[in-house]
C-alpha cells in the first residue's frame, strides 16, 4: 500500500479514485477467476471498437498502454533485423521516459531532440533531419499533449509532417492525456489512422487517467490491421486481465463518472492557474491532468522542501530547468498545495 502520508501529486494519477461502477464489476467478476478472460477481453475490444468507430482487428489491449509501446519497438526492431536494416528511435525531449527506457534496455539507439526554447514544442525540423540522415528505419515516440509540458503540438502541422513521411519512418503517438484537451483545434490521430492517412502510424491510449484504473493496467493501440497483428506477435498472451478489462467496460459506460472525473481535473487546474497568477509564476497552458509551471530557483531543492511538507511533486525534467511538473489531483489536495506554495513564497523559495 502507498504511504498515505504524502500527497501523490507527482504520477499523473486520479486520485479522484476508480468508479464506483468500476469497484462493483470488479467485485462481481471475481467468480469467473479461475477461467481464461478471453471474454471480457472480446467485450473491451468490442467496446472500444464501438468509441472509435475503428474495426476490432485494429486494436490491441494492453497491460497498460506502456506494453502497447513496449511491444510497437519490438516488432520494429524485429522487422529491421529481419530486413537487414539499421532501426533507430527519435523522441522530444522532455517527454515521458518509458519508450526510452525499453529502447534502452533492447538495445535500440535513442536521439532525444529538445524541445523548442521559445515554446517548448516539438523541434519538427531537427526531429524530421534525425530521421532523414538515417539510413535505415525510425521510430517516433511523440506524446500528444506531451508529459510533462501538458500542452499540445499544432494539429495540421503534425498531420502534414506524418502524411508526408517516407515509408521507413514510423510514429507512436501517445494520447493518453486526450481526454483532457479542451482546445478545439486539437485533432485526435485516431482519425488519421481511420483516414489511412499513414500505414506507419500507431495511436497509444490509456485508462490510466480520466478512468482512474492506473492500478488496473489497461491500455490499447489502435492503427491498420496489418500493423496491429504484427504488434500481436510481442504481446503477452490474455494480457489485460479480468478485473482490468471489466472495470474498463464499466467505467466506459459510465457517463456521469467521466464527467465528473473531467470536472474534477478542470476545477483543480483552475485553483493551480489562480494561485499561479497571483504568485507571478508563469506556466504552460495545461491540456491534461498535470501542469508545467515555473518555480524561480532550485528544482531539486524545491522537491526536496514540498517533500518535507509531505507533498510529493513531479522530479526533474532535463534538459528543461526551474519548472515542476504537478499532478493535478483533487480540489482538496489543491487546497493543501496551494498553502503549501504560498508558505514557500512567504519564506522567499519560490
Ligand atoms: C504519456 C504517457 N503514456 C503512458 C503512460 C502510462 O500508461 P499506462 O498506465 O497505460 O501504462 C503515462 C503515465 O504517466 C504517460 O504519461
Known amino acids: ?61 494492453g497491460n497498460g498502454s506502456t506494453e502497447n509501446i513496449r511491444a510497437t519497438l519490438q516488432m520494429l526492431q524485429n522487422k529491421a533485423l529481419k530486413e537487414g536494416r539499421q532501426f533507430q528511435m527519435v523522441i522530444p525531449v522532455p517527454t515521458f521516459d518509458c519508450a526510452a527506457m525499453y529502447a534502452n534496455a533492447i538495445g535500440v539507439p535513442v536521439v532525444k531532440i529538445p524541445v523548442t526554447a521559445e515554446n517548448y514544442d516539438l523541434d519538427f525540423d531537427e526531429l524530421q533531419k534525425t530521421a532523414d540522415e538515417f539510413d535505415g528505419i525510425s521510430l517516433f515516440y511523440i506524446c500528444n499533449p506531451n508529459n510533462p509540458t501538458g500542452i499540445i503540438t499544432a494539429t495540421e502541422k503534425l498531420k502534414t ?22 482546445d478545439p483545434s486539437f485533432e485526435s490521430a485516431i482519425e488519421w489512422v481511420k483516414q489511412g492517412l499513414s500505414g506507419n502510424l500507431v495511436v497509444i491510449h490509456t485508462f490510466s487517467k480520466l478512468c482512474a484504473l492506473a492500478g488496473m493496467r489497461v491500455g490499447y493501440a489502435i492503427s491498420n490491421p496489418q ?19 471489466v472495470a474498463a467496460i464499466a467505467t466506459l459506460n459510465d457517463a456521469e463518472f467521466l464527467a465528473l472525473s473531467l470536472r474534477t481535473t ?22 491534461s491532468n498535470f501542469i508545467f ?25 532535463p534538459p528543461v530547468t526551474g519548472f515542476n511538473r504537478l499532478t493535478l489531483g ?19 523559495w519560490v
Open 330 to 348: 483533487r480540489p482538496d489536495e489543491m487546497a493543501v498545495f496551494v498553502k503549501t506554495l504560498k508558505l514557500f513564497r512567504e519564506k522567499g
Open 161 to 182: 509532417w506524418i502524411s508526408n513521411a517516407p515509408d521507413n519512418h514510423y510514429f507512436l503517438l501517445d494520447q493518453a492525456y486526450m481526454d483532457y484537451v479542451s
Open 1 to 61: 500500500m502507498q504511504n498515505n502520508k504524502f500527497l501523490e501529486l507527482n504520477a499523473n494519477e486520479n486520485s479522484l479514485g476508480m468508479s464506483a461502477s468500476a469497484k462493483q464489476a470488479i467485485t462481481e467478476s471475481l467468480g469467473e477467476g479461475f477461467r481464461y478472460p478471453d471474454n471480457p477481453r472480446n467485450a473491451l475490444i468490442s467496446k472500444i471498437s464501438s468509441i472509435h468507430d475503428v474495426s476490432e482487428n485494429q486494436i490491441s489491449l
Open 266 to 287: 478542470n476545477q483543480s487546474r483552475q485553483m493551480i492557474e489562480t494561485v499561479l497568477d497571483e504568485l507571478g509564476l508563469c506556466y504552460l497552458p495545461s491540456q
Open 293 to 317: 509551471y515555473e518555480i524561480k530557483g532550485d528544482l531539486k531543492t524545491y522537491i526536496d522542501r514540498m517533500r518535507d511538507h509531505d507533498i510529493k511533486v513531479g522530479r526533474e525534467f
Open 227 to 245: 500493423t496491429i497483428e504484427n504488434i500481436e506477435a510481442f504481446m503477452s498472451m490474455d494480457n489485460t486481465n479480468l478485473s482490468g478489462a
